[in-house]
């Protein structure tokens, strides 16, 4: 399984920005599909998580109402569109796939892309 995340960049606080994440090796439709972040300093997030049999998606507390997970399982590819970006959104993201029943947890997660890089300015 092989992931590879897209999308990151510069933007400004209060724009919006749109990450991809291309699944290979593998069906998207078979995993549970998440995006976590890491600032510096500071540990790996959850951030939101995508269910392969489908249903509501899991959102952080520090990203709901703002960002929106979706997946297009036709072209094995999970997205993440963030809105209304601050300062402390400012991260490396990563997208996960799992097939553990765990799917809300960081543990649950077993394949991970390289990361993309996210800066907002104030």
């Known amino acids: 399984v092989q992931l590879q995340a897209s999308g990151g960049g510069l933007v400004q606080a209060g724009n919006s920005l749109g990450l991809s994440c291309i699944v290979s090796?593998?069906?998207?439709?078979?995993?549970?599909m998440a995006w976590f972040r890491q600032a510096p300093g500071q540990e790996r997030e959850l951030l939101a998580a995508?269910?392969?049999?489908?249903?509501?998606?899991y959102y952080s507390d520090s990203v709901k109402g703002r960002f929106t997970i979706s997946r297009d399982n036709a072209k094995n590819t999970i997205y993440l569109r963030m809105n209304d970006l601050k300062p402390e959104d400012t991260a490396v993201y990563y997208c996960?796939?799992?097939?553990?029943?765990?799917?809300?947890?960081?543990?649950?997660?077993?394949?991970w892309g390289q990361g993309t890089l996210v800066t907002v300015s104030s």
């Open positions: 090796g593998v069906g998207s439709r078979n995993y549970h």
């Open positions: 995508s269910r392969r049999s489908g249903g509501d998606p």
């Open positions: 996960a796939a799992s097939q553990n029943v765990q799917w809300r947890a960081e543990v649950g997660y077993k394949y």
